[in-house]
């Protein structure tokens, strides 16, 4: 006769299916989490060629009012004293970014701001090309020397000229304002018995002292002695890509290795006038 309590039998897991479930969470875990933060880099990146893209447009309103004339990436007054940017120029289309001391917008913060920097203390995430925006004659280094500001009518091919690009952290507490433009930071040469060969266009230099960042010390001034290649040179942060911005208004992302320095970042006009009046550059 059965009886009336029956014996209820439960059946753990074994160790070996708790082995196999470990293993199978890992291999899922090991797939998906570089997904994720391919993912979450891509929205970082859209956010920041959004900001890009709007002070684009401030740069495109201010040269509108002034005859076509791009800003100063800076200049100097009060004896050399009070910094102005070219951020405090374009202020007045924009509103945006933080204030100095002076009340003077500085390019940190809001629109100029890239949450994928890995110095958000540092300004000028994103620079200028310093031949179409150079500094200006009051600035202390210049001598009272203006270099010559570009117009945009100069421009031959605008929608392929980088005017913007996402640039790489320095070591102390600032950045460059601007990228460097001039061939000998990107590219051994470009000419071949005197005539530019496309082959050799490219960006070879650039990638060998640049797309890199430094660690960022907000207690170290950046001076003349600790301006580094990273802040000077495009950096290819969001999944090798870098955000730029075209002469013709237009922001893109671009893979690295794909900037062509004569293609791309040669204007033979603005800061490079004086080179290319002395029939010397590009070599």
Not at 51 to 56: D, E, F, I, L, S
Not at 58 to 70: C, K, L, R
Request: with cysteine; aromatic share 12%.
């Amino acid at each position: 006769m059965p009886s009336l309590m029956t014996k209820r039998i439960q059946k753990g897991f074994t160790l070996i299916e708790l082995l196999v479930v470990i293993a199978i969470v890992a291999i899922l875990a090991a797939i998906l989490f570089p997904v994720f933060a391919q993912a979450r880099e891509k929205a970082r990146a859209v956010s920041c060629l959004s900001n890009m893209r709007q002070v684009g447009l401030g740069v495109a309103m201010y040269i509108q009012d002034y005859d076509e004339t791009f800003p100063m990436d800076q200049y100097f007054t009060n004896n050399g004293s009070v910094q102005v940017m070219w951020s405090a120029m374009i202020d007045p289309y924009l509103k945006s970014g933080e204030k100095d001391g002076n009340g003077n917008a500085i390019p940190r913060g809001q629109l100029y701001n890239c949450a994928s920097h890995r110095a958000a203390f540092q300004p000028s995430h994103f620079g200028v090309s310093f031949d179409l925006m150079p500094d200006g004659a009051s600035c202390p280094w210049q001598n009272g020397v203006m270099e010559d500001v570009a117009r945009l009518v100069e421009i031959d091919n605008p929608a392929e000229k980088i005017g913007f690009l996402e640039k790489g952290a320095n070591d102390g507490n600032s950045s460059w304002i601007a990228y460097t433009p001039w061939e000998w930071d990107w590219v051994p040469y470009v000419k071949e018995n005197g005539q530019v060969n496309p082959n050799l266009d490219g960006m070879s230099i650039a990638l060998a002292k640049g797309d890199c960042d430094f660690i960022g010390n907000p207690s170290v001034p950046s001076g003349f002695e600790n301006w580094g290649q990273c802040s000077m040179l495009p950096r290819f942060r969001h999944n090798g890509t870098c955000n730029v911005i075209f002469l013709d208004g237009h922001a893109k992302s671009v893979t690295r290795g794909s900037i062509k320095w004569h293609k791309n970042i040669y204007i033979p006009v603005g800061a490079s006038k004086r080179f290319a009046r002395e029939g010397w550059y590009p070599y």
